[in-house]
């Protein structure tokens, strides 16, 4: 079955500062791959997303890309604010929308 | 409406009961999922449905039955489950199965 790793498990940046967390996959059947954030209490909430055929896709501050060869996609949000600060999880889904979700990245942002 | 409900937010229960957990979406959407997520852990795949019928069952325990009534509503039969299923149950739907996900704020199980 799919296998998604995801880094850094943990994540202290500098509000202003950058914020990259990296996933793999192994499943060549899996072709969309959503970002999701969650808060604490809180349902996971779609922050962007990427389909098999796209290499980047950028939406303000937060953008993706997506390595298909390479079997890897990546998340960066620019400039980042105390409120970014929450866990992010990756995803790879296949058509059958068999989804596998990477292990988190807990994103702490300090004023 | 852009919102998936769930009730109730939080359900106690002891392993000789008999419950159901609830979701529900006004989106017109088509696919609709339960997952189960532990604490500090991410969210796994329990059941898919696409257009009413169960698509996918990740060998998830007889103990869970879900169920959709139809199109806007999904359901969670839970019977002597164990302390370990305890968790938060969070339920999903998309327009269709290769489309974006709206998570639900999920259901708190504790089993006793």
């Known amino acids: 079955g799919e296998n998604v790793e995801q880094h850094p498990s943990t994540l202290s940046v500098q509000e202003g500062d950058s914020a990259v967390i990296k996933c793999t996959y192994s499943d060549s059947a899996s072709n969309y791959f959503p970002w999701y954030k969650q808060e604490l209490g809180k349902g996971p909430q779609l922050i962007i997303d990427i389909r098999s055929n796209v290499g980047e896709k950028k939406d303000q501050r937060i953008a993706v890309t997506l390595n298909k060869t390479a079997k890897h996609f990546s998340l960066h949000i620019t400039e980042t604010q105390p409120e970014d600060s929450a866990v992010y999880f990756c995803a790879a889904i296949t058509n059958a929308g068999k989804s596998t979700f990477g292990d988190g990245t807990t994103l702490t942002v300090k004023p | 409406d852009t919102e998936v409900t769930q009730t109730p937010k939080h359900l106690v229960m002891g392993m000789t009961n008999k419950k159901s957990l609830k979701c529900e979406q006004h989106m017109g959407h088509r696919a609709m999922y339960w997952y189960k997520q532990k604490a500090k852990k991410p969210p796994e795949l329990m059941f898919v449905y696409s257009y009413e019928k169960l698509s996918i069952n990740e060998s998830v325990p007889s103990r869970f039955s879900p169920e959709c009534p139809n199109s806007s509503l999904l359901n969670l039969h839970l019977h002597a489950l164990q302390p370990e299923d305890s968790a938060l149950y969070l339920c999903?739907?998309?327009?269709?199965?290769?489309?974006?996900?709206?998570f639900g704020p999920g259901t708190r199980l504790t089993v006793t």
């Open positions: 999903a739907s998309s327009r269709d199965v290769i489309r974006e996900q709206y």
